[in-house]
């Protein structure tokens, strides 16, 4: 099992930056592909980004350009560093792991799931 722990949510205006950080324990983090999602006020779950075993990066276009997902495997911890944020960015931000060779868009091929963190960005 691997338990996965987010952080840095908090109420921000527009514009403004946050970082996010999803800390793993147990497994071996490094051998696992890693994502973010969110789930915004009377909507489904959304892809936001994703980061290989091997590093490569994936972003929903929503978000790219914006939006910076990374891992530090010494630290097992994920990042998603996201700035310029809007109102559209409020959300229940989770993370996910996933073993390497899956559909990284898709939540569904996650095995596991962090319990999320608030982000709430007021005009």
């Known amino acids: 099992q691997v338990l996965l722990v987010e952080s840095g949510g908090g109420l921000v205006q527009a514009g403004a930056s946050l970082r996010l950080s999803c800390a793993a324990s147990?497994?071996?983090?490094?051998?696992?592909?890693m994502g973010w999602f969110r789930q915004g006020p009377g909507k489904g779950r959304e892809f936001v980004a994703a980061i290989s075993d091997t590093g490569g990066t994936y972003y929903a276009d929503s978000v790219r350009g914006r939006f910076t997902i990374s891992r530090d495997n010494a630290k097992n911890t994920v990042y998603l560093q996201m700035s310029s944020l809007t109102p559209e960015d409020t959300a229940v931000y989770h993370c996910?792991?996933?073993?390497?060779?899956?559909?990284?868009?898709?939540?569904?091929?996650?095995?596991?799931w962090g319990q999320g963190t608030q982000v709430t960005v007021s005009s």
């Open positions: 147990g497994g071996t983090f490094s051998r696992y592909a």
């Open positions: 996910g792991a996933v073993t390497p060779g899956r559909w990284y868009r898709s939540a569904s091929n996650y095995n596991y």
